[in-house]
């Protein structure tokens, strides 16, 4: 659908669920329109069946904030802080709205009628109460099930956690009433006890239509693998597409190898690539220690996944603790020139556009770009090797670009480098990505 059909689409998913929970349904000029809206829209589907997914969502999870990834231990005065520290950091004024509980929130059984119940240690006002907090401070709110048995962590309790498998349409009613704005599906617990093994089209395309079935306009990011199939462009709103992502530099190629050939394949009707978290900074240094951050990667590599992820339009979700933020969180997590790239209205995914012929292994030197609404193209010049390489930009590889002389802006130096003539060249370190900005 065109923009502002799928913005009239989610205003009428979100007046058919209002209605519903006034009990209202007297027929209005809005039921009208949508009713015609519908109509249209039929000659068209796409991924977002919710009407959301119009750009990449920005936001924070909780992942690898209290201690080391997958210890994820989460609680209401965490959430609450580091929203708090969200707003007062400038996160919140650049872009990054999703508040997310990853696998940490849930209790370790269901209730007696068996609705899925949040961890009543961790979230003693209830989970519909946050919300409503985060709501009223101009955040929208995420939570993490799976789709099968049992989630993938039981985030430092000694039981396993419910996953959503039998339940869907219960749970999918149950995060829509507490106002949830997104929901992170993940595969865990899918060989049932009998041996059976689910699958994930099916396990997926079910989960989904129970979402939209609430009326709720809620963001589903799923797991789809790699490559991605082509059942996971009707399917929700963004997909992971590669191998969790760790804050180690060899994790970090991988997960941008799996980026490679999917620009076309991203947008607002096929959905956005998804390769998992930023851990910007550093993840925690285990249970309850200081510092807050115990970096896995250097400062030009955090500036790399950066980069790489702003080109390719994927979802900018913080997985650290944004409360003690460095000096290279602040540089790379709030930089407005990439963050513009990200969420450019274009809503085109970019990738590889060549290589350059370093003296190195194979594919150690690439050009990764993506053209923007306004006409012009950013492209970054991306060394992947253990030592520095002069890269050349030649104009011709440009999609769309006759003019041979372009100015070029650095969006990591915030500088007019000047304009060239036929090509760009620069000397570009081990493990950088230097990313310009081109325009006639």
Not at 8 to 15: A, E, G, K
Request: charged share 20%; with cysteine; aromatic share 10%.
């Amino acid at each position: 659908l065109h923009y502002p059909l799928r913005r009239q689409r989610q205003m009428c998913i979100r007046d058919r669920y209002q209605r519903r929970v006034r009990g209202d349904w007297k027929m209005t000029f809005v039921t009208l329109s949508c009713l015609l809206l519908f109509l249209l829209s039929s000659l068209s589907v796409d991924a977002s069946d919710n009407g959301l997914g119009a750009l990449p969502p920005m936001g924070w999870n909780t992942w690898c904030t209290e201690g080391y990834c997958g210890l994820d231990v989460c609680s209401e005065d965490e959430v609450k802080s580091v929203a708090l520290a969200m707003i007062s950091n400038g996160m919140q004024s650049a872009g990054y709205n999703y508040v997310n509980l990853d696998d940490c929130w849930a209790d370790t059984t269901r209730d007696a009628n068996g609705n899925i119940r949040w961890d009543p240690a961790r979230f003693p006002s209830g989970i519909p109460a946050l919300v409503q907090w985060l709501h009223s401070r101009s955040f929208k709110f995420g939570l993490y099930t799976a789709a099968g048995i049992t989630t993938c962590n039981n985030g430092t309790r000694p039981h396993s956690i419910p996953g959503s498998y039998g339940y869907y349409e219960q749970d999918a009613r149950s995060f829509a009433s507490w106002d949830v704005d997104y929901v992170k599906l993940d595969w865990c617990g899918t060989r049932l006890l009998n041996g059976t093994v689910l699958d994930q089209q099916v396990q997926t395309d079910e989960f989904y239509a129970a979402m939209n079935k609430t009326g709720k306009p809620m963001w589903l990011n799923f797991h789809c693998g790699h490559p991605p199939q082509q059942w996971c462009q009707k399917d929700g709103n963004s997909y992971r597409v590669g191998p969790d992502h760790h804050d180690k530099w060899d994790n970090t190629i991988l997960a941008i190898k799996s980026l490679k050939g999917l620009g076309k394949s991203a947008g607002p009707k096929t959905g956005w690539n998804d390769p998992d978290f930023l851990e910007t900074g550093g993840q925690g240094c285990g249970a309850n220690q200081k510092p807050a951050h115990c970096p896995g990667q250097t400062d030009t590599e955090y500036r790399t996944v950066f980069s790489i992820w702003c080109i390719t339009s994927s979802p900018l979700i913080v997985a650290t603790d944004v409360r003690d933020m460095t000096p290279i969180m602040q540089e790379v997590l709030l930089n407005k020139e990439l963050i513009a790239v990200d969420q450019d209205p274009l809503a085109v995914g970019g990738d590889v556009i060549g290589e350059w012929k370093c003296d190195g292994p194979a594919g150690a030197c690439e050009i990764w770009g993506k053209p923007l609404k306004d006409g012009s193209y950013v492209a970054g010049l991306f060394n992947s090797d253990d030592k520095n390489h002069s890269i050349t930009l030649d104009f011709s590889i440009i999609p769309g670009f006759s003019t041979k002389t372009l100015n070029v802006r650095d969006l990591w130096k915030h500088s007019e480098l000047g304009k060239f003539t036929n090509s760009y060249t620069t000397e570009v370190q081990s493990h950088e990505t230097v990313v310009v900005k081109l325009y006639a």
